[in-house]
T-cell receptor, first 109, second 115 residues
Framework: GQQVMQIPQYQHVQEGEDFTTYCNSSTTLSNIQWYKQRPGGHPVFLIQ?????EVKKQKRLTFQFGEAKKNSSLHITATQTTDVGTYFC?????????FGTGTSLTVIP | GAGVSQSPRYKVTKRGQDVALRCDPISGHVSLYWYRQALGQGPEFLTYFNYEAQQDKSGLPNDRFSAERPEGSISTLTIQRTEQRDSAMYRCASSLGRPNTGELFFGEGSRLTVL
């Protein structure tokens, strides 16, 4: 069964608004990665979080790893049209990466 | 090439035929993963290798699916007696294999359609 869940499944925002996607696992994760997949493309690595409570920033993107290492979030500040795509988390369990269901982001100009 | 290469990019086959999907990982990458991705879904783990050793095949749906990586580089995913439900995008990814640098590099995928 699905080990890593993501919400929401879809998100439409006006350009300039913020966006957040959440990832939850029923199992403690060794680490968590985030990927972005553009329409028609393949997943591209964004970042990896390893430590409990870790927070990392990449320009307008903020990534958090929960204290219990069972949840994570990706927050985008002031979205741009270039942010369009599906964002996946991938939790590492027993040396395998289990991908979440993804959040598809649409940015309305 | 510099990236992960998969072939064929598209494969249309009739139900009951066998198919072989190939993955050529980034040179020097230790780990190789196979995923299956349905439209609108996240990649679903199938199996992975470290060098030539298959470490985990628990994600393979049934015994019609098999994978090998005989020389620790190129890998082949084989589906025997294909069924319509096997239709999907099959993605290969490779990584350096070091514990804290687990970034997965994905190929463009092989889209399989079973008629």
């Amino acid at each position: 069964g699905q080990q890593v869940m993501q919400i929401p499944q879809y998100q439409h925002v006006q350009e300039g608004e913020d966006f957040t996607t959440y990832c939850n696992s029923s199992t403690t994760l060794s680490n968590i990665q985030w990927y972005k997949q553009r329409p028609g493309g393949h997943p591209v690595f964004l970042i990896q979080l390893v430590k409990s409570g870790e927070v990392k920033k990449q320009k307008r993107l903020t990534f958090q790893f929960g204290e219990a290492k069972k949840n994570s979030s990706l927050h985008i500040t002031a979205t741009q049209t270039t942010d369009v795509g599906t964002y996946f988390c991938a939790g590492k369990i027993s040396n395998q990466f289990y991908f979440g269901t993804g959040t598809s982001l649409t940015v309305i100009p | 090439g510099a990236g992960v290469s998969q072939s064929p990019r598209y494969k249309v086959t009739k139900r009951g035929q066998d198919v072989a999907l190939r993955c050529d990982p980034i040179s020097g990458h230790v780990s190789l993963y196979w995923y299956r991705q349905a439209l609108g879904q996240g990649p679903e783990f199938l199996t992975y290798f470290n060098y030539e050793a298959q470490q985990d095949k628990s994600g393979l749906p049934n015994d019609r699916f098999s994978a090998e990586r005989p020389e620790g580089s190129i890998s082949t995913l084989t589906i025997q007696r294909t069924e319509q439900r096997d239709s999907a995008m099959y993605r290969c990814a490779s990584s350096l294999g070091r514990p804290n640098t687990g970034e997965l590099f994905f190929g463009e995928g092989s889209r399989l359609t079973v008629l």
